[in-house]
């Protein structure tokens, strides 16, 4: 059996329970308290019978990632609560999803970007959104990607790059999925939940 074809197992509480399963048995891995705290929001959604992970693309505007694909998400402010408030709050902010539609399934291990950023993934299952209020001075498209594309391993590939300590590193890319790349940090947050889910076996490469 393919990776993929365990597809078929996906429901909310099988995700639930593999990422309980995997945060029980993975070693804690110690980051550091340099990076400025944040949190994204990894949100699946079922259209008709296929599951869909939602990505937005960031607009010009912002500060950071200009551009590029990701999830909703943003740094951890004072008043949030912990990380699954402030993954929700940024979404809400910046594409309109209510917080009564977020269903939270589980978190994953910290992430840390080039940019100095230790993110938290939370992952949680939405509703397939009817629509979006898009906050365009953060973001410039709202999309997803079906998971049998995802996890088919003919759509993803790393090439080599330089980190800035000088270090050559491979980093992921997917193939163009609707006009979009999904690369990087999102990419590498993508796989590994893959991962977790069983649909695939990859290395995920410490590019730091």
Same mark, same amino acid.
């Given at each position: 059996?393919?990776s993929?074809?365990?597809?078929?197992?996906?429901?909310?509480?099988?995700?639930?329970?593999?990422?309980?399963?995997?945060?029980?048995?993975?070693?804690?891995?110690?980051?550091? *308290?340099? +990076?400025?705290? =944040?949190? &994204?929001?990894?949100?699946?959604?079922?259209?008709?019978?296929?599951?869909?992970?939602? #990505? @937005?693309?960031r607009?010009?505007?912002?500060?950071?990632?200009?551009?590029?694909?990701?999830?909703?998400?943003?740094?951890?402010?004072?008043?949030?609560?912990?990380?699954?408030?402030?993954?929700?709050?940024?979404?809400?902010?910046?594409i309109?999803?209510?917080?009564?539609?977020?269903?939270?399934?589980?978190?994953?291990?910290?992430?840390?970007?080039?940019?100095?950023?230790?993110?938290?993934?939370?992952?949680?299952?939405?509703?397939?959104?009817?629509?979006?209020?898009? *906050?365009? +001075?953060?973001? =410039?498209? &709202?999309?997803?990607?079906?998971?049998?594309?995802?996890?088919?391993?003919?759509?993803? #590939? @790393?090439?080599?790059?330089?980190?800035?300590?000088?270090?050559?590193?491979p980093?992921?890319?997917?193939?163009?999925?609707?006009?979009?790349?999904?690369?990087?940090?999102?990419?590498?947050?993508?796989?590994?939940?893959?991962?977790?889910?069983?649909?695939?076996?990859?290395?995920?490469?410490?590019?730091?």
């Open positions: 059996m393919s993929c074809d365990s597809l078929k197992l996906i429901t909310d509480a099988y995700i639930a329970s593999c990422l309980q399963q995997y945060g029980s048995q993975s070693a804690a891995v110690t980051i550091g *308290n340099n +990076g400025k705290k =944040a949190a &994204v929001l990894v949100p699946f959604f079922r259209r008709g019978e296929e599951w869909h992970i939602l #990505y @937005t693309r607009s010009e505007a912002v500060n950071d990632h200009k551009g590029q694909v990701s999830f909703p998400g943003g740094a951890i402010e004072r008043g949030d609560k912990n990380p699954s408030a402030a993954a929700m709050r940024e979404a809400y902010e910046e309109g999803l209510e917080l009564k539609a977020i269903q939270i399934l589980g978190v994953m291990e910290e992430f840390q970007t080039v940019t100095n950023f230790i993110d938290q993934p939370i992952v949680a299952r939405i509703e397939e959104p009817h629509g979006y209020r898009i *906050n365009p +001075g953060e973001v =410039a498209r &709202v999309f997803s990607i079906p998971l049998q594309w995802l996890c088919d391993p003919e759509n993803f #590939y @790393t090439r080599e790059w330089l980190n800035p300590a000088g270090n050559f590193r980093v992921f890319y997917f193939k163009p999925y609707d006009g979009e790349t999904l690369w990087g940090i999102s990419a590498i947050i993508t796989v590994q939940l893959m991962n977790i889910l069983g649909l695939t076996h990859k290395e995920i490469p410490n590019y730091l």
